[in-house]
Structures are given as C-alpha cells and as structure tokens.
C-alpha cells in the first residue's frame, strides 16, 4: 500500500469544513484513489513554511510524524501563511521551503515529492483577512515555489487558476466543500492520474 502524506496549513487540514475528517482535500484524495493508498492529513492550522515564523510547520508534532511515517509520496501545501506582513521574506521563505523538502527527500522512503503551489487568496470588501496578501502570493511565494520545482527537479501543481473568485471560499482562504471536492479532483488528476 503506497502511503500518501499530505503535508500543509489550515487548507489541507480543512478549517472552515464541517467535518474536515471527512471533507478536507487529503480526505476526499484518499477516497478517489481508493483501495491501494493510505492517504493521511498532516495539516495545521496557520504553519508557514518559514522556520522563524510565527507558527513554522517544522515546530509542529505534525511534522515529526509525517517524517516517522515515512511516507512514499508526499504533497505539500504551504506559502499563504508566510504571506503574512510579519513572516514574509523572500531569501528565508526559498531557503526554509527547500530545507523543508530536503527533509521529506532524504526519508529512507525515499518518497515522490510534489510541490503545490497554493490556491489564490482573496480580499473581503477589500480586507486582507488574517493578514493574508493576494500580492504576496501571487509575487512571491507563487513564482518562488514554482522555482524551487524546477530547480529541484519536482513536479509542482500550480493552483492559480482553480478558483476565479471567493465564491468557494467565503473568508477568501479556506475552501467550503465544494472548494475542497474540486482541489482533491484537481491533484487526483495531476499528480496521480497521468
């Protein structure tokens, strides 16, 4: 059974969901690849991928279990946090992702990892909620994954163009159901359809 690990903030945890054990993206994934997968949910709430951040992922339990499953394929999620006015910084953010990969690279798994670049981040009346920035997605954490792909040689899902508008996502971050459907459909059919 080839052991799926999704690895991410608020968005693949499922925030805002009902029931995210249920509803979240790395849950809905694990049904459509169905029988021959274990797919597992290791999000947390407001990580970035920056290590001196106000929530760095690497600090969190979730990450050390991650790494202890040692997973063969592993997808990660992260970036609208670190668009935070507080955490952003581009030289950190790039050098602190690619350690964070570094990190699922060199498991004895040696696992498939995937990139995903982020969904947008949309204003509310105009308001950054959360202190998240569309132009800090879309100016630099968006374009630095999509470097370190390519740099690293690793397939990266580019999300840019999944939602046109917040309607799938009312606080302009987190995915209702609807929103989570079409992301898990969306990394079903990039990463693991071809």
Not at 151 to 170: K, N
Not at 177 to 187: C, V
């Amino acid at each position: 059974m080839k052991k799926v690990a999704c690895i991410g903030d608020s968005i693949t945890w499922g925030f805002t969901l009902l029931n995210p054990w249920r509803q979240s993206y790395p849950a809905q994934l694990g049904r459509l690849l169905g029988d021959g997968y274990e797919v597992r949910n290791f999000g947390y709430n407001d990580a970035s991928a920056r290590f001196d951040a106000d929530t760095p992922y690497v600090l969190k339990g979730v990450y050390r279990k991650s790494l202890e499953w040692n997973p063969d394929i592993v997808l990660i999620m992260l970036g609208s946090n670190d668009t935070k006015t507080r955490n952003w910084d581009p030289e950190v953010f790039r050098r602190d992702y690619c350690k964070l990969v570094e990190s699922y690279r060199s498991l004895p798994s040696n696992p498939r990892v995937v990139l995903i670049a982020p969904i947008r981040i949309f204003l509310v009346k105009g308001i950054p909620l959360m202190g998240l920035y569309p132009d800090t997605m879309e100016e630099g954490v968006r374009p630095a994954i999509l470097e370190i792909g390519e740099e690293m040689g690793l397939q990266v899902v580019d999300l840019a163009d999944l939602f046109t508008d917040r309607s799938c996502c009312i606080d302009g971050v987190h995915p209702q159901l609807k929103g989570t459907t079409m992301l898990a459909k969306k990394i079903f059919e990039s990463v693991f359809s071809k």
